[in-house]
């Protein structure tokens, strides 16, 4: 079999076994050859389990600790990670969004390959601070967790490009996360902080931050000198869209508030050297984005 070729099994509840490519969520075995005196043997290094109404992970996943590099454990039902599990000191991306997980293990620091972490929607309370361990994370979902702070090991990932803890119970940050400063995405929305750390300044790569729905005393806001009217968002709208139809304002409806003076002032005592995205640029952006995923968006 050729090197880049590859293989599709779904599980069974004893044995994996080979199957064409027949529905859209499977579990996937890329095989490497591997030279050795029995001749080539298959290596998986890609396995999916997800949707499987799994309780546990599969004992099939020991088998290729060596050479597993993804796993994929989407909307099962495990409450626990077995520690042999991190043993698969190849696992660059380790997926395991809505489970009933309670608690990532300690045994995590032994991953020190991983890239990618989704743990997002099961009830993890906390972070272990061996984290620390695992450097070569770049990106971490963690959302919709009962996760009230942070671990000062944490902010040792230093190779962390995106982090999202949505919907937590975040209260606080770590007073050096801006030690985190190859972040570029963070979002941080429907928690309760109420303040961040001074060192978020030194967060100069960021270029998406959520903190939306949170309980800040004072409300972050774009400056004065870049307010826009309606006329002019609805006329960048229309642009960014290609719409060439005519375009009519209703004078029938109240004109509302004249004008709503915001500052970014308290912005720009954590976030000095932040560089606001231009609003043409923004608006084009956005409906851009609108337009590839309509078909998903909530109507």
Request: charged share 30%; aromatic share 8%.
């Amino acid at each position: 079999m050729a090197p880049d070729s590859t293989t599709t099994m779904r599980l069974d509840p004893q044995k994996v076994q080979c199957l064409e490519m027949t529905t859209k969520r499977k579990l996937i075995g890329r095989l490497v050859p591997c030279r050795c005196f029995r001749g080539e043997e298959e290596i998986i290094s890609v396995l999916d389990y997800s949707h499987c109404s799994l309780q546990q992970v599969p004992k099939e996943v020991f088998n290729f600790e060596r050479t597993l590099e993804e796993l994929y454990l989407d909307a099962n039902q495990i409450e626990e990670l077995p520690k042999q599990l991190f043993n698969c000191q190849a696992l660059r991306k380790l997926s395991i969004p809505d489970n009933d997980l309670s608690s990532l293990p300690t045994s995590i620091a032994s991953l020190v390959n991983l890239k990618e972490l989704d743990i997002s929607k099961n009830g993890v309370q906390e972070f272990p601070e061996n984290i620390k361990c695992c450097k070569c994370l770049t990106i971490i979902e963690a959302s919709v967790n009962p996760i009230s702070k942070l671990p000062d090991g944490f902010t040792q990932l230093l190779n962390l490009t995106q982090l999202y803890l949505n919907d937590a119970f975040l209260e606080f940050l770590p007073a050096n996360f801006g030690r985190l400063v190859k972040l570029r995405i963070l979002e941080l929305r429907e928690n309760h902080l109420k303040t961040l750390p001074k060192s978020m300044h030194k967060l100069a790569q960021l270029e998406r931050l959520d903190l939306g729905n949170n309980e800040f005393s004072e409300l972050w806001a774009v400056g004065e000198e870049d307010e826009v009217s309606i006329k002019v968002a609805a006329e960048a709208v229309v642009e960014a869209m290609d719409f060439c139809e005519e375009v009519t304002f209703d004078s029938t409806k109240s004109d509302g508030q004249p004008k709503k003076t915001a500052s970014n002032s308290k912005l720009r005592d954590y976030l000095p050297d932040f560089c606001f995205t231009p609003f043409k640029r923004a608006v084009k952006k956005t409906c851009a984005w609108f337009t590839d995923n309509y078909e998903q968006t909530r109507k």
